[in-house]
């Protein structure tokens, strides 16, 4: 195995982190792997706010389901969809189909897994952060997004206070991968990755206030999860930004 193999199938968040500031050296290491990835036709629709300011971080913080470790981390990055600056140099271009915010997650998922892995490469450790969306108006004021501009994640990076987590288990190869067209799953298969993640969550139990409970299956996280996931507002937000209008 390789060392890169290594370290993408180990990899596990990170939401504990020592009080030790990442040097700037490796901040620009880790933003030009970020900034080297592909992207769709070069169109380059990302941008990335390093939120370095004490006050900003704790309002975010607060917007974004008080999780902690958002204050905590020594960077908080956010990754925007940004069509702003393609829009100001083709302004006659309209971008306010569905296909651009597609272009722009796709871009900035594939940004911000580069700055996870070349993070995690360095002994650092990180965490996704959805909770951003929460409260996605009042983040855009802070943030003084212009039009075209939308935050999708943040990034926590840092330095692991405590050993990692033990890795997560995924749903296997034969659910996930399909041969030339899409295969229905197995029920079975399904109870038994239930299973496997009731295991995990016994040695590891779910803390608040992720869940009620500490230790569940996977089908029982999704009928919790897919119930509170949305922002039935979100269509209206992103029109208001100059996306998805048709
Ligand atoms: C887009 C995205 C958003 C996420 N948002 C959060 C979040 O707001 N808070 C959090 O604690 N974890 C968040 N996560 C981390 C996931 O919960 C985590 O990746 C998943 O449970 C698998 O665990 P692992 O990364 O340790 O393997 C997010 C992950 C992704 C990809």
């Known amino acids: 195995?390789?060392?890169?193999?290594?370290?993408?199938?180990n990899h596990s968040s990170v939401r504990k982190f020592e009080n030790k500031?990442?040097?700037?050296?490796?901040?620009?290491?880790?933003?030009?792997a970020a900034n080297q990835v592909s992207s769709f036709s070069l169109l380059q629709v990302v941008s990335i706010i390093r939120i370095t300011d004490t006050n900003l971080r704790q309002e975010i913080m607060e917007i974004s389901g008080h999780q902690?470790?958002?204050?905590e981390?020594?960077?908080?990055?956010?990754?925007c969809s940004d069509f702003n600056r393609n829009h100001q140099i083709a302004p006659e271009i309209d971008i306010s189909y569905a296909d651009f915010?597609?272009?722009?997650?796709?871009?900035?998922?594939?940004?911000?897994?580069?700055?996870m892995v070349a993070a995690e490469s360095l002994g650092l450790g990180g965490v996704y952060i959805g909770g951003v969306?929460?409260?996605i108006e009042k983040l855009t004021e802070l943030l003084a997004l212009p039009k075209h501009v939308v935050p999708l994640v943040g990034l926590c990076i840092g330095y692991p206070e405590e050993e990692k987590a033990p890795i997560k288990p995924r749903l296997p190869k034969?659910?996930?991968?399909?041969?030339n067209q899409y295969e229905p799953f197995s029920v079975e298969d399904i109870e038994e990755y239930d299973e496997k993640m009731k295991s995990y969550y016994k040695n590891r139990p779910i803390k608040a206030p992720f869940s009620t409970r500490t230790v569940k299956g996977w089908s029982e996280h999704i009928n919790e999860h897919l119930a509170r996931s949305y922002d039935p507002n979100?269509?209206?937000?992103?029109n208001n930004q100059g996306y998805i209008k048709k």
């Open 234 to 238: 979100m269509l209206e937000y992103l």
């Open 133 to 135: 969306r929460i409260n």
């Open 21 to 32: 500031p990442i040097p700037e050296s490796h901040i620009d290491v880790i933003f030009k």
């Open 73 to 79: 981390a020594p960077e908080f990055w956010i990754f």
């Open 174 to 179: 034969d659910i996930v991968m399909h041969n």
């Open 1 to 9: 195995m390789n060392e890169t193999i290594n370290l993408l199938q």
């Open 101 to 115: 915010l597609e272009i722009g997650s796709v871009d900035v998922g594939l940004m911000a897994q580069n700055a």
């Open 68 to 71: 902690p470790y958002i204050n």
